[in-house]
RNA sequence: GUCGUGGUGGCGGAACUGGUAGACGCGCCAGCCUUAGGAGCUGGUGUCCGCAAGGACAUGAGGGUUCGACUCCCUCCCACGACACCA
């Protein structure tokens, strides 16, 4: 045995056993107690991993291995999310082809990964931006097609005219280009949206039943944001024409005074007159010019114009003068809302413009109505109907379905529910995404690429430069392509996907996968979708770990992609992830690190001088692992010295144990056994330190303890652990060894310390045997000399005894 | 603005369904060992008073419930995070 134990060598020794014996590799097949565990897989920047990267991976790792050892056969998957923004600009820049620069990026990930020591299933891995794996990618998108769940509408995108591209919403922050600075504009674009709204009520159903964080299922409720309402049809004074308007207060309808429209609402043209063109085509200029961002910022005032025209108020009768603004919003309900007196935004559009406003609500108190009634104040709670014909005297809930159902008879509104969340845009301007499976016929009608031509490949002939068309589009090798298979005058479809689409279904390519990645000839991948008694078996992934960014993102459209896929009959489970948790975000003071900060902290110096296992676990030591915390290098310092003692005293042989270090032990046992699957490392941590403490002092440990310890070390330092079995003279990895258990038997006492408080302060202590009457314990308290002398002289008017924990006295 | 989360020693953080606040670690202090130590070992360490025994005060601020509150309730302050005119 070694005096110091010297990290670095242990670690490489281990990699590379656990790496020869493949005793992270997981027959999917054959498998019997599956327990799939998954980290959000990263992207392949240039940049090393950082410490974030160490925080989701390493407890992960941990979580996962404890599970192992509790008999389950545990898959842990790593991937590469590998198509994106990133590598497409570092080609803009550097000329470097992403294809390139990705391969070689993954190469670095993929040995800094390995020295984390996770147990990863390298031979199932992915990477999102191999033809072996997009194949799949497209043919997710040809089943959406198929099922009518992909179509094409014109929407806006952020578009700078200089730099003549499309921008992410991350690259047109406060409206400016990052690149240039040019003013963002909005230009419409026909893209592809799938709709995951027909899955919105699923969507939120299911989250009751999800083992999630309630935080992020709030988020997501409100991001699908589901409210009950109704449909309000308002006829055009002297046309046909009839504007629909979506309304969860139709209890006001009685005071709507004017409708607005969305400035990109399809009846301004048709409305507008000739006396208000002019105004109404400068405002529409200039709302499309501004951003989403721009245009929702509350601190600014809202802007309007009158088109000249009038719609009917069903109810009252009374005309409405019809304005546009583009606070209304053309992609929520119908792009139109009815305006009055009991909303703050059209109060004050209606008193800026001069609109004439009326009331028809007041506090049921009374409260302050005549203030409301003469517009003083804005009154937007529910109340008591007034000046509403029939339904006068009605409380605003009454008067909601009372209108609805008015409205309906006569055929001019319904009862409906709307929700917030929008169809997915997938289609994106950019070179490095998978290529949507879609070619034109010469009179532009969209056609599916038959399955036998996938993977259809990106073309490498495309020159990164933007030129105001989709980089595909430059592509000669992609038209010839085309027109070869499909005929004269056909074109591809220039665009690629999201690259959530990528993410939205990779739980299942894990397990329907041999070295996707790895590999790199073309479509070496000839099974189905996912072999039905795997997905049956392995799916949905029972702990998914990754960072809170994704609470409505990815983790909505994978939820969406994995409803479809069932509904499509090629999976079983509805939703793909059972349990998920988000690790907190390591701060560096204070701030979210980030290379414009330069304040990223590089992991690699750490592990280098104290080993993977020490990093690990000192991220693990600092705080709750969802709360993340503070960087700080002062503290490692502890958990080496943990490391080198816990290997000194593992490797000092006691006969036995005392009695109360046996005790300890086991009670160390339980409290790993209890906190490490809760995630509380910090916890379980804190505790194997007390033991230690106590084996030092008794100078060893017996060898039966030395098993037991090595093993609760497995999850938490895994190669500290298997040298520490081996050196002990332990045959196996110690990662196939069982939990230990504990003896319950061992942890009870026969007597107990009990504080003894005198009106609510602690005077004094007193031992008692823990199976004591209560009449006893009073009586022993009140003889220990300390409370003895603060209850001198008084009368105790009541006793309280706390079984096992403590004695109140009251005098 | 709305919603959410959280404020505990010099620092990171513990504390079960209300039951001895400060586990564990860092740092600091003293001693041992050493040619030396930014190594190791032993002990101490919330603040204030006291030689000590002991006592007073302490979980962002203020109030309340309780024999007893970091924990429950009310008001306020601060920090962080998410969303952002949703009709």
Redesign the pocket.
Same mark, same amino acid.
């Given at each position: 045995m070694q005096q110091t134990y010297d990290a670095s060598a242990v670690e490489s020794k281990w990699q590379k056993r656990w790496e020869e014996a493949k005793v992270y590799e997981v027959d999917l097949k054959k498998a019997k107690d599956s327990y799939y565990s998954m980290v959000m897989f990263p992207y392949p920047s240039g940049d090393k991993l950082h410490v974030g990267h160490w925080y989701n991976f390493g407890p992960a790792d941990s979580y996962a291995r404890f599970m192992r050892m509790q008999g389950k056969e545990v898959f842990a998957p790593m991937g590469f999310d590998a198509f994106g923004l990133p590598a497409e600009n570092y080609a803009i820049k550097t000329g470097i082809h992403p294809s390139k620069s990705i391969a070689e990026n993954t190469r670095t990930m993929i040995a800094q990964l390995k020295h984390i020591g996770c147990m990863y299933d390298w031979s199932k891995t992915v990477n999102t931006s191999q033809p072996e794996y997009y194949r799949w990618t497209q043919w997710l998108f040809l089943q959406m097609f198929k099922n009518g769940l992909a179509y094409r509408k014109e929407a806006n995108v952020n578009f700078c005219s200089c730099c003549q591209t499309v921008l992410a919403n991350e690259q047109a922050q406060n409206g400016l280009c990052d690149r240039c600075s040019t003013e963002v504009i909005r230009k419409p674009m026909t893209q592809w949206f799938w709709k995951i709204t027909d899955y919105a009520e699923t969507l939120l159903q299911n989250l009751d039943d999800l083992d999630w964080p309630e935080?992020t299922k709030?988020?997501q409720r409100?991001w699908i944001?589901r409210?009950e309402?109704v449909e309000v049809e308002f006829q055009v004074d002297c046309s046909d024409e009839v504007i629909t308007?979506? *309304?969860?207060?139709v209890d006001t309808l009685y005071s709507g005074t004017f409708l607005v429209l &969305?400035p990109e609402h399809s009846l301004v043209d048709a409305l507008t007159d000739a006396q208000h063109e002019a105004e109404v085509r400068a405002y529409k200029l200039a709302a499309a010019k501004k951003t989403?961002i721009q245009? *929702?910022?509350?601190a600014?005032e809202?802007t309007g114009a009158f088109t000249g025209a009038y719609a009917v108020n069903p109810l009252s009768g009374e005309k409405m003068p019809i304005w546009i603004a583009?606070?209304?919003? &053309?992609?929520?309900?119908?792009?139109?809302?009815?305006a009055d007196a009991h909303?703050e935004?059209d109060f004050a559009f209606a008193k800026k413009y001069g609109i004439p406003l009326k009331t028809n609500i007041c506090p049921a108190d009374g409260g302050d109505a005549d203030a409301i009634r003469n517009l003083e104040v804005c009154y937007t709670e529910d109340g008591i109907l007034y000046d509403s014909g029939e339904f006068d005297g009605m409380s605003s809930a009454d008067a909601r379905k009372a209108i609805a159902k008015w409205l309906e008879k006569r055929k001019k509104g319904r009862g409906v529910v +709307?929700y917030?969340l929008r169809d997915w845009s997938i289609s994106r301007q950019r070179y490095w995404g998978a290529p949507i499976p879609i070619v034109y016929d010469p009179e532009g009608n969209p056609h599916p690429i038959p399955e036998e031509h996938l993977p259809w490949l990106l073309p490498t002939d495309v020159e990164f430069k933007p030129t105001g068309t989709a980089p595909l589009a430059q592509s000669k090798e992609l038209k010839e392509r085309t027109e070869k298979l499909f005929g004269k005058g056909w074109k591809p479809e220039v665009d690629t996907m999201d690259t959530f689409v990528c993410s939205s279904f990779y739980q299942f390519m894990y397990l329907s996968t041999e070295g996707v990645g790895t590999k790199s000839e073309i479509g070496n991948r000839k099974s189905d979708f996912i072999d039905a008694k795997i997905e049956k078996k392995w799916m949905p992934v029972d702990m998914y770990i990754g960072g !809170? $960014?994704h609470?409505?993102m990815h983790l909505i459209y994978a939820r969406f992609v994995t409803m479809a896929l069932k509904d499509f009959g090629f999976v079983n489970c509805e939703e793909p992830f059972k349990k998920l948790v988000h690790q907190g975000?390591i701060t560096n003071q %204070?701030?979210?690190m980030s290379k414009s900060k330069g304040n990223v902290v590089s992991p690699d110096a750490f592990v280098e001088k104290h080993g993977a296992d020490v990093f690990r676990m000192y991220l693990m030591?600092? %705080?709750?692992f969802t709360?993340g915390?503070?960087w700080?290098d *002062?503290?490692i310092? %502890?958990?080496?010295?943990?490391v +080198?003692?816990i290997w000194k005293v593992l490797n000092k042989r006691v006969d036995q144990c005392s009695p109360q270090v046996r005790a300890k032990v086991h009670a160390t046992v339980k409290k790993c056994t209890e906190d490490i699957p809760a995630l509380?490392f910090? *916890?379980a941590? !804190?505790a194997l330190?007390?033991l230690?403490?106590d084996l $030092?002092?008794q100078g060893g440990i017996a060898q039966e303890g030395a098993e037991i310890v090595a093993r609760l070390l497995a999850p938490l330092a895994p190669h500290l652990a298997e040298e520490l079995w081996e050196s002990i003279g332990k045959k196996g990895f110690v990662i196939d060894q069982p939990w230990p258990e504990f003896d319950p038997a061992l942890l009870e006492t026969t007597s107990v310390?009990? !504080?003894v +408080?005198v009106?609510?302060?602690?005077?004094? +202590?007193i031992e008692v045997a823990v199976d004591v009457a209560e009449a006893e314990v009073i009586t022993q308290a009140q003889e220990e000399p300390?409370v003895a002398?603060?209850l001198e002289g008084k009368q105790v008017r009541?006793a309280?005894y706390?079984k096992g924990?403590?004695v109140?006295l009251?005098v």
């Open positions: 935080k709030l988020m409100n944001g409210s309402g308007v979506f *309304t969860t207060r &969305a989403d245009r *929702t910022d509350l600014k809202k583009d606070f209304v919003l &053309a992609h929520y309900g119908f792009g139109a809302v009815f909303d935004r +709307q917030r !809170a $960014e609470a409505c975000i %204070g701030a979210k030591f600092m %705080g709750t709360d915390g503070d700080s *002062t503290g310092k %502890g958990i080496d010295r943990f +080198q003692r509380r910090n *916890t941590i !804190a330190m007390e230690l403490n $030092e002092k310390t009990v !504080a +408080q009106n609510g302060k602690v005077r004094g +202590q300390n002398r603060h009541k309280i706390v924990r403590l109140s009251v």
